[in-house]
């Protein structure tokens, strides 16, 4: 073996000059190395890898896993796990961290380490500092192939030619290796680490579709030993291998200032990130990991879970990565099914039933396609539109319209009776029901009837109406105040504030009539009521206006429809209610 001895730098000695690398050029250390520096053997560049860097919240593209978990009662989330990361940017970057570091020689094909040599870099200079006593340099062999480790010390430790990590270093951990590097003769040799991670970082961001006006705290765990304990590093093969495992409990950590952003080009979601990262070894499948909220409350229900949310149905996250698990809080609506039960969409024993209508008070319901297939219809077709024909019409005469259609709110009339009641006409001189009258009252018609176009056009080969729903008693055209029912189940408001209208939540409803495979209350167009208002109330003959539902993005109200002419020419949607 020939050993060169220090002379004019054509040695090997390992004399360490390290110089701090610049993001723009990772391995380049030229113009940093002083002249004196030039006259040594080997140098060793260093970049470390960086986790990656957190984006602005975003639309909501699709995440690579998703899965939806119950939260609490009445509360549910869809959960996704998104790279919180640009994928295009480099991740190496110049040293941030004041490490201490070890750095070991090993000969190629024996793999017998050949020395090491420790220090620390100076952040500001970029020099390599070793530390002072023995072990300053390591000697080796011109012309013979040697593999070469860095790692942090104070973060990993070693035994034999294996570096462990600990899921406690996780976040600090960074260790490199350069293999069958070559060593020349010559004044000046460039070898370059790049210091990866083995951890991963992990927060979790909450949205919803209203504000996340409370404060609401919760904290990542697993209550199983499954979670890794340790990552063992084969130091000449580079071979990695989670090692035991644990549950375990971090920080609890809040949720920050709510940013708002807009999904599908109209609907406006809200979003809050927890205030810090917890850190986990690479590997680690975030199917273990269970997220409880210990404070919080949304759509007026308690988000305190007793049992955790389980995070995903599984995905293996990968080192330096920054991951984003994402819950989206959703409300769970009630349904009234062709089985005559009511139960949620998430149950699994109603897979082989169709619900029906959506539940919005107690025995209450609104069907989840307008009747008629969505045709106008006319309130009746008999003569002016502004006679009445109700047994009793709400007295509206305070002079001011939004008064009156407080009244309208407030009156207790639900629309059944109105449906149902038997008046005589003297026009027809008969007496008449409303709800048998296709041809002169087709919008109660059709709303009473609505079980035949159920059974004809929504139900599945093969399941039928329950025999109490398919009939004609239960199904009604509805007055103001189940349609005020309407809004404040959907978007959780409290009906105290619901004056003549509110703002509409599109996504909510869509949410509450798409998912269950209905369709939402239409824009731009007006749903009938049963209720009619009149300036002179006790007198039968005096004319009448006639209430609809009217929903104008981004607002949900109730309104009045006054007409001189023929009442077969005013026409609006019907969607009919269901006592059940």
Known sequence: MTRFVSLLGAVALLSVVCVVVGCNSDWNAQESLSKAEEQQGLVFTMAEEQFGD????????????VDTVDVADGVEAEVAVERDVDEERALTR???????????????????????ITGTFNLATGAFMSDKGRGRHIILTPNKNYHFVCYADKFITRKGNVLNVS??????????????????????????????????????????????????????????????L??????LSWDKKLEGASGVECPERKYGTTKSFVIDKKYSLNAVLSNGYDYFLAGTNSTKLNLRITHGTLYGKSLIT????PLSKGKSLQAAHSYVIRLTLLPKYKYLWN???VNYLSKKDRKKFTPIALVVDSHLAIALWDANGGQDLAWHTLNAFSISYNSRRISENTGSSIENIKRAIKDSETGKTWTYERIWNGWLNKHFIKADEAQYF???????????????????????????????????????????????????????NFDSRGRWDGYLGDRAFKLAGGDNLQFNVNYWTSAEGSYEANNEDAPVERHIIWIHQPNYGVGS????????????????????
């Open 339 to 341: 089985d005559g039960q």
């Open 94 to 116: 110049a040293l941030k961290t004041n490490n201490h570091y070890t750095i070991v020689a090993f000969e190629a094909g024996t793999g017998k380490e050949k020395g090491k």
């Open 561 to 580: 429809m006054f007409a001189g002419g023929l009442g077969k020419d005013v026409k609006a949607r019907v969607r009919p209610f269901i006592y059940f």
């Open 306 to 309: 007793k049992t955790p949310i």
């Open 54 to 65: 957190d984006v602005e919240v975003r639309a909501l593209a699709k995440p690579d896993v």
């Open 442 to 496: 087709p919008a109660f018609y059709h709303a009473v009837h609505f079980y035949d176009y159920l059974s004809k056009y929504r139900l599945p080969k093969g399941q039928q109406l329950a025999a109490k729903l398919k009939q004609r008693g239960p199904w009604f055209m509805a007055s103001v105040s189940p349609w005020v029912k309407v809004y404040t189940s959907i978007t959780f408001t409290d009906q105290k």
């Open 167 to 228: 899921r406690g270093n996780a976040e600090k951990a960074l260790a490199g290796r350069t293999a069958n590097v070559k060593i020349l003769p010559q004044k000046r040799q460039s070898i370059a680490f790049h210091l990866e991670r083995f951890g991963v970082r992990v927060r979790t961001k909450l949205v919803a579709p209203v504000p996340i006006s409370t404060v609401i705290i919760a904290k990542i765990e697993a209550s199983k030993k499954e979670i890794p």
């Open 230 to 235: 340790g990552l063992n590093v084969n130091m």
